[in-house]
């Protein structure tokens, strides 16, 4: 399958570039984390639905921290996404076409002074190669649902090598945890962004984090064992928007020049099983778009 192919070509490149002395690597842990607006304000729209896989690959004496040697800890990344029109039956002429996404990515998880530093490489498969339309007609014809009939109007086939950063900090202030973030991404969507999470708990101490693509969300790729109990997650961020491969110009679509997320979410971590669950407020994407939508996002834990 050349997906599975390109996907090993991208890990076997950067494997080879990652420093000499950090060569006795293993795979550490890995996460899940499933976004979809059903569980947020119950529509199938927009911004619908999102699955990501996340595998950490590094050296099991760094476990629990990160050094400062860039490729040394690794995430592959395996992500699927379904953006859709508000109607999937007759939309309005002046709604977002139907796009299916795959994307297979690389990033490198490191310490810049006291910063933590995220870079990566994800190649974006759109369109109907991808078979996520016909993914999504499945699963709606298994749940009693409207069958998809505007695959034949979706966005054509196409790869977007997209690169992305994000430089973050973790601050102490009493028993919270404040996080600013800058983040940059150039390829299938470019933008600049920047925002914060609060963090009341002990959610993420110990953990690898990284951010989800649609809401913003943190998740644990590295699993934390000194979480426990309840915490609670608030954040927020504001996107520059150049350009966008799901909203083409050439088919007049215009993009908005801004994207704000609001956020919101808890976690709870027992001895063997965790939960985070959250909400976010996308704002519109593009000037057609005529309200913004709430999309709902959970990720499930178990330690053996």
């Known amino acids: 399958m050349k997906f599975a192919a390109l996907a090993l070509a991208l890990a076997a490149g950067f494997i080879s570039a990652a420093p ?14 499933f976004t979809n607006d059903v569980l947020g304000d119950g529509y199938d729209r927009w911004r619908t639905g999102a699955y990501t896989v996340s595998i950490a690959y590094g050296p099991s ?9 860039w490729g040394e800890m690794l995430e592959f990344r395996i992500r699927s996404e379904i953006i859709a029109p508000a109607s999937l039956q007759s939309p309005s002429a002046s709604d977002r076409p139907f796009a299916g996404t795959v994307s297979f990515g690389v990033h490198s998880h490191s310490m810049l002074g006291q910063a933590q530093l995220r ?41 977007y090598p997209t ?10 202030i009493g028993r919270a945890r404040l996080r600013p973030f800058a983040e940059v991404q ?12 609060l963090t009341l708990g002990s959610f993420g101490q110990g953990a690898l984090l990284t951010r989800d693509a649609t809401t913003g969300h943190l998740y644990q790729v590295i699993r934390s064992r000194s979480d426990r109990g309840f915490s609670f997650v608030l954040g927020g961020d504001i996107a520059r928007v150049w350009s966008s491969e ?10 908005k020049d801004t994207r704000s997320r609001l956020r919101a979410g808890v976690n709870y971590q027992g001895d063997r099983y965790g939960a985070y669950y959250g909400l976010t407020w996308l704002t519109e994407e593009f000037e057609a778009q005529p309200e913004g939508q709430l999309v709902g996002a959970l990720q499930l834990r178990l330690f053996f």
């Not at 690169?163 to 102490?172: A, K, M, P, V």
């Open 20 to 33: 000499a002395a950090a060569t006795e690597r293993d795979l550490l842990d890995w996460g899940r984390f």
């Open 61 to 69: 004496n760094h476990l629990d921290e990160l050094t400062d040697r």
């Open 119 to 159: 870079t990566g490489f994800d190649l974006v498969f759109v369109g109907p190669q991808t078979g996520m339309g016909e993914f999504q007609n499945a699963l709606h014809t298994t749940l009693g649902l409207s069958e998809t009939k505007i695959l034949d109007d979706q966005l054509s086939d196409a790869v």
């Open 163 to 172: 690169l992305s950063g994000e430089l973050s900090r973790d601050f102490t």
């Open 186 to 197: 150039a390829g299938v969507e470019s933008f600049a962004r920047i925002g914060a999470d």
């Open 246 to 255: 799901f909203l083409p110009e050439d088919m007049g679509y215009a993009v």
